[in-house]
């Protein structure tokens, strides 16, 4: 496969999706946009719903890179929002009339989170693991119904996203919302990565991290 070829597909649909919504953009639409015919469209994908699935690639490589890049400061409450926040910026970043067409593309065929999700469970798991036995957070429950907890919570609150046609501050109740799950003990936090997330905004960790990771 040409990935240079995908790629274009990708970068068109999804430009002219957003300009001409996605019911009234057709594959021909794409396909003249393109400079291809309709059998090297379906060469690449298998439909136009499809397309809105390919938008998520590279989205859990993404993922895990900026986990890395952190992990080593030992801030395991901060870890914990980068691997809660960035499944959802991405999705946010679709705004309200693509990620409908997403959703219900899922719930069409009984799934309902991205397909590089698996990944990014098992790394905020752990996170949610190292951040109990570290003291960073006092919620002890089990670190893996934690995270679907908290999973579950964003699905709902991008659904009230969807439904207020993005007009619902999304980032900012859903760090207040994780914050009142999680428990965070900054001071812990403080004493432990010598970062104090509070003097950055006056307020809490998940509030600084809502402001500097998503600006919608």
Not at 26 to 36: L, P
Not at 46 to 62: F, Q, W
Not at 86 to 103: F, Q, V
């Amino acid at each position: 496969m040409n990935r240079k070829r995908l790629e274009q597909i990708l970068d068109v649909s999804l430009t002219m999706f957003r300009e001409k919504g996605f019911d009234d953009t057709s594959v021909m639409d794409i396909c003249n946009a393109c400079g291809i015919t309709k059998p090297t469209f379906y060469k690449y994908v298998n439909s136009k719903e499809e397309l809105l699935r390919h938008y998520y690639d590279g989205a859990l490589e993404t993922l895990i890179q900026a986990m890395d890049e952190h992990e080593p400061s030992n801030d395991y409450v901060a870890l914990i929002w980068i691997g809660l926040s960035m499944t959802a910026s991405r999705s946010i970043d679709l705004g309200p009339d693509l990620l409908s067409k997403y959703m219900i593309l899922n719930f069409h065929e009984h799934t309902v989170t991205a397909r590089y999700s698996a990944g990014g469970k098992q790394r905020t798991v752990e996170a949610i693991r190292k951040a109990q036995e570290a003291g960073q957070i006092r919620n002890l429950c089990d670190p893996e119904k934690l995270f679907m907890a908290l999973k579950n919570l964003s699905l709902g609150l991008t659904l009230k996203w969807i439904m207020t046609k993005g007009s619902f501050p999304f980032f900012s109740h859903y760090g207040r919302m994780v914050e009142d799950i999680i428990l965070p003990d900054y001071d812990a936090v403080l004493k432990q990565t010598g970062v104090d997330h509070r003097k950055k905004t006056g307020g809490d960790c998940l509030s600084f991290l809502c402001v500097s990771s998503h600006r919608g």
